[in-house]
């Protein structure tokens, strides 16, 4: 797909997480990095999706509800500004859930099964035939969250391009049907980093898994997971040649490290010989404590008033119930269910 810059005019980006852990590192490269980026030139909402959380964990609520502090907090630290972001709680903009009623009207099973990113995740997580409707049909639920908010900028990674391209075509349908021009479609914007893959050399980090670096994770944990990393299994000894390609701990310095020259020999010199797994995991080591000290001291001054957490949630949650309240009237409008409205 063809990038797109967000650099010559102000957009309106949708972006957000499941609140089901902490957020990592994968996190922080694919998306984080870039919303403090992009929040002072763009109009910027960012939605702690916890309605979608519960599709998979309908059974354990508390889970979420706690992860929504944490998933809070760690946005804070990386630096993302409540001033000139919209941070808010899926669930508390009862919006959502109505404009997801009446664009379910418009797709069909089938469209929903061929769907590539469901079909991977139903896989994951290995429901077979006991999918929950909701986890189902969260496609559209994204397609209101980008909707309401008028979105045109969803950044996104590659895998979750199919539900970028679901939203374009209820959103087309929509127009069509009711013969308007209400709802946007958005584009997606991919990050410039490759997905960082797990700890244990697998293509995808997972909190379940447990191959992932936490952005809360403390110094001890971070070494000691930074020691345990997936390398090359041909390089047993220093002297032997080493494999770059498809060694997490290159992938990781790839996305890390600042001195790309000097990284650059390193590689060189791992391919031909002549340098330890023990040196590069040192290298990287230095290089994530760099970036995530100081986002964890954010994180431990932020963590000494949770009321002030809430605060910004209650707050951010408020104005995007304004500005889905709008959106939600207008397709009502569109639809001639807007019974009580005075024309």
């Not at 390089?235 to 494999?243: I, N, S």
Request: proline content about 6%.
């Amino acid at each position: 797909m063809k990038r797109i810059s967000v650099k010559s005019e102000k957009h309106v980006i949708l972006t957000g997480d499941r609140p089901s852990g902490p957020l990592h590192l994968g996190h922080y490269v694919g998306s984080l990095r870039q919303r403090v980026e992009l929040q002072h030139k763009n109009k910027q909402f960012i939605i702690i999706a916890d309605a979608q959380a519960l599709t998979d964990n309908a059974e354990n609520p508390e889970k979420v509800r706690k992860n929504i502090f944490e998933v809070a907090l760690d946005y804070l630290a990386v630096g993302i500004d409540p001033a000139v972001t919209t941070i808010f709680i899926q669930s508390l903009v009862p919006e959502l859930a109505e404009l997801t009623m009446y664009y379910l009207n418009l797709v069909t099973i089938p469209r929903l099964q061929r769907n590539p990113t469901v079909k991977d995740e139903i896989k994951q997580r290995g429901f077979g035939t006991g999918i929950p409707v909701g986890f189902f049909a969260y496609p559209v639920s994204q397609a209101a969250d980008i909707t309401a908010f008028k979105a045109d900028i969803v950044p996104v990674g590659e895998d979750q391009l199919p539900m970028i391209e679901q939203t374009k075509e209820i959103v087309r349908s929509f127009n069509r049907i009711y013969n308007c021009f209400v709802l946007i479609e958005p584009k997606a914007l991919l990050s410039s980093v490759p997905r960082l893959p797990g700890t244990d050399g697998k293509g995808k980090m997972s909190k379940s898994l447990g191959n992932v670096i936490s952005l809360c994770d403390s110094a001890d944990e971070i070494c000691r997971k930074v020691k345990n990393m997936y390398t090359d299994p041909k390089h047993l000894r220093v002297e032997d040649p080493g494999t770059v390609e498809g060694n997490p701990v290159f992938a990781y310095l790839d996305a890390f490290d600042p001195d790309k020259n000097s990284l650059q020999e390193m590689k060189d010199q791992y391919r031909h010989g002549g340098l330890g797994d023990v040196v590069v995991k040192h290298r990287l080591l230095e290089v994530l404590l760099a970036e995530l000290d100081p986002i964890r001291a954010r994180r431990k001054e932020f963590t000494q008033d949770p009321a002030h957490i809430m605060r910004i949630l209650k707050e951010g949650t408020e104005a995007a119930r304004e500005v889905a309240s709008r959106t939600l009237a207008e397709v009502r409008e569109a639809m001639h269910i807007d019974y009580f409205v005075n024309k």
